[in-house]
C-alpha cells in the first residue's frame, strides 16, 4: 500500500511541471497559432472565424474549414517581414558575440576570485535586475544622448569638440543588448568554470601547456556548455527584443519585435501578427533543436 | 633478461660516494604565509631511484613534490635536476612528469587524446604520436579503450590513463601523487607490483608521495620520513622498520611497543635497560650510552614470544602479564597483554598451522620474552 502511495507521489511530482509546460506553454501556443490561421475583421476579438462551442463538433468543424494559410503567404509576399527577420538575427548574433567577448572574461575573473569574494561578485552581476528593466534602459537614454552624460564627459575631458550620435542608432542597440543580457552570458560560464578542477590547468601545463595554451585546450572547451547556455539566453531573447530597439534605436531600425508590436497594436492585425510570432518561434527552435540533437549524438557516441 | 630481482638487490646508489645525485634538493624552504609547509629540507635522489616521501597529511610531501613539478617555488634554498637549477623554470619547460592524485584526466577528450595531448603540445609528428600513443596504452594494458570518455572508465583504468599520459613525453622523472590513493585495496596491492615493474622496464626515476606506509615499504627503494615539513629519516624499507632513528619513525612506520626507560649499564655491543616499569632489558646495541641517560627501547609486536612458563633468560627481556584482547586476522593474531605495571603491550604470532591444540585465551596467565637483537634503543 505505502509502495503503491509513494507510487503515485513521485509520478505526480512529474506530472506538476508537465502540466505547467501544457497549460503555460504549449496551449498559448496553440491559440496564438489558430489566429494565426485565422482572419482579420473589425469586431471583438478582430478575427475570425471565433469558435462557438454552442454549434457542437460539427460547428467547430466547419469553422476548421474556414483557416488558412494567407497570412504565411502574405509575410513572403511583403520583403518588410524578411528584412526584419534577417536584420534582428543579425543584431542578436552580434550582440550574442558582443556579450560573450565581454562575459567570459567576467566570468572567469569571478571564477578565479578568492573563494570568500565570489558570492559578492555574484551579488554585483545580479544587482541590476533588483531595478525594473525598464527604466535601466530608460536610463540608458539619458547616457546616450547627444547632451547626455557620455558625450558630457567626452568633452569636458577634451576627447571629442561635437557629440557623438549614438542614440537612436544600431550602436545603441548593440550598447542596450549587451548590457542587458550580460547577466545571463556571465552566470552561465560562471558556473560551468567554477566547478572545474583546477588540476586539469596543471595537468596541462605539466604536459607542456603555456597558461595560454592550457587555456585555449582545456579552460575553454569545458567551459563550452556555459557558454552555449549564454549565448542562447542571450540569443533567443534578443532576437525577439522590442523595448531596447523601440528606445534606443532610430527609426530606420527593423526588428522583429517593432514589426510585430506594429501589426498588432498598429495595424490590429492578429492574424499576420500571430503568424510573424509563429514563424519567429521556428526560427528559433529548429537550429536549437538540431543542434542539441547533433550535440547529444556527439556524447553517446563515446559510449 | 636478467631479473628484476638481482638489479634490485645490488641497486644502492645512495652508499656509494662517488655516484652523483639526480635530484639534489638543498636546504628548501617553502612558507605560506606564516605556516612553513617545508622546513629547510635537503635530500638526495638518485637516477633510477623509487623514491617516496611517506608522511601524515600537511606533513610538507605534497608541497615538496609540487615544488618539483614547478607549481610551487621554494621560498629559499634550491632544487637541482640532472645539473640543472631549476628555480624560476614554470611547469611546461621542466623534464619532469606528474600524476595527480585525482588523476586530473581531460574529461572532454577520449583515452587516446588525453595521453597525445603532452606530445601534441611538443608539436610531435602525427604518425609518431599515433606509435607512442599505442605504446603507451598498450604497456597500461589499455589498447582497447583508446576511444573512450574518462567517465566511461572504471577507476583502475583511469588511474592507468593518467599513468600512460605521465610517462607518454618520456620525462626524466615521474612525479607520482598519492597514485593509488582512489584504489581499493586489492587493485591498488597489484597495482603496487605493476608500478614497481614499470619503473624498472622504463628506468625512470620515480617519485612517489604517500600516506600509505605499506605503499611505501612495498614499492620504494628508499623512503624518506616526513613529519612537519622536516625529513625525519631517510633510508630503505628495512632500514626504517628495523632501525628506525627516533620514536616518531618507530611509531609512524608498522605497529610497535615503547618502552621507556633509562641506561643501567653499557659494554661491548650491549645495552642495558630498565624500564620503568621495572622490566630489565639488554639489547645489543652499536652505540654507547652513559649510565642513567634516558632511552626508550622500541620492539615490534612480531617480535614479542608469548610462552606459558618463564623463559630460560627470565626475569631479563622477559615480563609476565595477563591477555587483554585477542584479534585474529587469519594470517595472525594479535594479542594485547597487559603487564603488571598495567602497561598493554601488542604481540602478534603467525598462524602457521590451521588448528592449535589448546589455544591461549582470554584472561590467562602468560609470559612475553624476546632476543637480544629483537628491540631498537631510541635516544629520545
Known amino acids: 500500500m505505502a509502495k503503491l502511495a509513494s507510487a503515485f507521489v513521485s509520478r505526480l511530482v512529474i506530472i506538476i511541471p508537465y502540466a505547467w509546460l501544457l497549460f503555460f506553454f504549449l496551449i498559448p501556443f496553440f491559440i496564438v497559432f489558430r489566429i494565426s490561421l485565422s482572419q482579420t475583421t473589425v469586431a471583438m476579438p478582430p478575427y475570425t472565424p471565433v469558435f462557438d462551442l454552442a454549434g457542437g463538433f460539427a460547428g467547430i468543424l466547419e469553422k476548421v474549414r474556414e483557416f488558412s494559410m494567407d497570412n504565411y503567404v502574405w509575410l513572403t509576399e511583403d520583403v518588410l517581414y524578411f528584412n526584419a527577420y534577417v536584420s534582428s538575427v543579425v543584431i542578436a548574433a552580434v550582440s550574442t558575440f558582443l556579450t560573450l567577448l565581454i562575459g567570459y572574461p567576467i566570468a572567469y575573473g569571478m571564477a578565479k576570485a578568492p573563494r570568500s569574494l565570489r558570492p559578492m561578485l555574484l551579488m554585483m552581476v545580479i544587482l541590476p535586475f533588483w531595478t525594473s528593466f525598464l527604466i535601466r534602459v530608460y536610463a540608458w537614454i539619458a547616457i546616450l544622448k547627444p547632451e547626455g552624460l557620455l558625450n558630457q564627459f567626452l568633452i569636458s575631458a577634451g576627447i571629442i ?53 592550457a ?9 563550452l556548455p556555459g557558454v552555449v547556455a549564454g549565448c542562447l539566453l542571450v540569443f533567443i531573447p534578443a532576437v525577439g527584443e522590442f523595448v531596447i530597439p523601440d528606445l534606443l534605436g532610430g527609426s530606420e531600425t527593423l526588428m522583429i519585435g517593432k514589426t510585430l508590436w506594429n501589426e498588432f497594436n498598429s495595424n490590429r492585425d492578429w492574424p499576420v501578427s500571430s503568424a510573424v510570432a509563429i514563424i519567429l518561434l521556428l526560427i528559433l527552435v529548429i537550429p536549437i533543436v538540431y543542434f542539441q540533437n547533433v550535440q547529444a549524438k556527439a556524447d553517446s557516441e563515446g559510449r | 633478461m636478467k631479473s628484476l630481482g ?18 639534489s634538493v638543498k636546504n628548501v624552504t617553502k612558507k605560506f604565509g606564516d605556516f ?31 615544488m618539483l613539478a614547478g607549481f610551487e ?4 634554498g634550491e632544487i637541482i635536476l640532472d645539473g640543472q637549477n631549476l628555480a624560476g623554470i614554470p611547469p611546461y619547460r621542466r623534464p619532469v612528469n606528474m600524476m595527480f592524485q585525482s588523476y586530473a584526466l581531460f574529461p572532454h577528450m577520449t583515452v587516446e587524446n588525453n595521453v597525445a595531448f603532452g606530445l601534441k603540445q611538443d608539436g610531435m609528428a602525427k604518425a609518431d604520436i599515433a606509435g607512442r600513443v599505442a605504446q603507451m596504452l598498450k604497456l597500461v594494458k589499455l589498447e582497447k579503450f583508446a576511444k573512450r570518455k574518462p567517465h566511461q572508465l572504471s577507476g583502475g583504468q583511469r588511474q592507468r590513463v593518467a599513468l600512460a599520459r605521465s610517462l607518454a613525453k618520456r620525462p626524466k622523472v615521474l612525479l607520482l601523487d598519492e597514485p593509488l590513493g582512489a584504489l581499493d585495496k586489492k587493485l591498488r596491492e597489484e597495482t ?49 622498520y628495523e632501525a628506525p632513528n627516533s620514536r616518531f619513525v618507530a611509531d609512524f612506520i608498522g605497529d610497535v611497543n615503547i618502552f621507556d626507560g633509562a641506561v643501567t649499564s653499557t659494554e661491548e655491543g650491549r645495552v642495558q635497560i630498565e624500564t620503568t616499569g621495572g622490566i630489565s632489558v639488554r639489547l645489543a646495541s652499536p652505540e654507547k650510552f652513559a649510565n642513567g641517560a634516558k632511552a626508550a627501547v622500541a620492539i615490534r609486536p612480531e617480535k614479542i614470544r608469548i610462552s606459558r612458563q618463564a623463559p630460560a633468560h627470565a626475569p631479563t627481556n622477559a615480563a609476565e602479564g595477563e591477555i587483554w584482547d585477542i584479534g585474529y586476522l587469519g594470517d595472525m593474531t594479535v594479542f594485547h597483554i597487559r603487564l603488571k605495571d598495567g602497561k598493554v603491550i601488542k604481540a602478534s604470532s603467525l598462524n602457521a598451522v590451521r588448528a592449535v591444540e589448546d589455544p591461549l585465551g582470554y584472561d590467562q596467565q602468560v609470559w612475553i620474552s624476546f632476543g637480544e637483537d629483537a628491540g631498537v634503543v631510541l635516544k629520545d
Not at chain 1, 587555456?215 to 567551459?223: A, Q
Not at chain 2, 635530500?43 to 605534497?62: D, V
Request: hydrophobic share 45%; proline share 6%.
Open chain 1, 215 to 223: 587555456f585555449w585546450r582545456v579552460t575553454f572547451p569545458l567551459s
Open chain 2, 6 to 23: 638481482s638489479i634490485r638487490r645490488s641497486f644502492a646508489p645512495w652508499a656509494d660516494p662517488a655516484s652523483k645525485p639526480f635530484i
Open chain 1, 161 to 213: 569638440d561635437q557629440p557623438l550620435i549614438i542614440l537612436n542608432t544600431n550602436t545603441a542597440i548593440y550598447i542596450g543588448i549587451v548590457y542587458s543580457y550580460l547577466p545571463f552570458m556571465v552566470l552561465p560560464i560562471y558556473s560551468a568554470l567554477e566547478k572545474m578542477d583546477h588540476s586539469l590547468i596543471e595537468a596541462a601545463q605539466d604536459l607542456g601547456c603555456t597558461p595560454i595554451a
Open chain 2, 192 to 240: 603496487q607490483f605493476e608500478l614497481m615493474d614499470l619503473q624498472q622496464q622504463l628506468g625512470l626515476t620515480f617519485v612517489v608521495v604517500t600516506h600509505d606506509q605499506e605503499e611505501a615499504m612495498t614499492m620504494a627503494d628508499r623512503i624518506a620520513v616526513m613529519s612537519h615539513g622536516q625529513v625525519v629519516q631517510v633510508a630503505t624499507p628495512a632500514e626504517i
Open chain 2, 73 to 76: 617555488q621554494p621560498t629559499s
Open chain 2, 36 to 66: 612553513t609547509a617545508v622546513d629547510d629540507l635537503s635530500l638526495n635522489i638518485y637516477t633510477r631511484e623509487f623514491f617516496a616521501l611517506l608522511g601524515a597529511s600537511g606533513c610538507g610531501k605534497s608541497t615538496l613534490l609540487r
